[in-house]
């Protein structure tokens, strides 16, 4: 993946942590 995403991957990563979590 290039850094040109890299925040709405963490993002992505973040809600599906967060769900996962949930």
Not at 3 to 11: A, I
């Amino acid at each position: 993946m290039k850094k040109e995403k890299d925040t709405d991957g963490c993002l992505l990563e973040l809600t599906v942590l967060a769900r996962t979590s949930d």
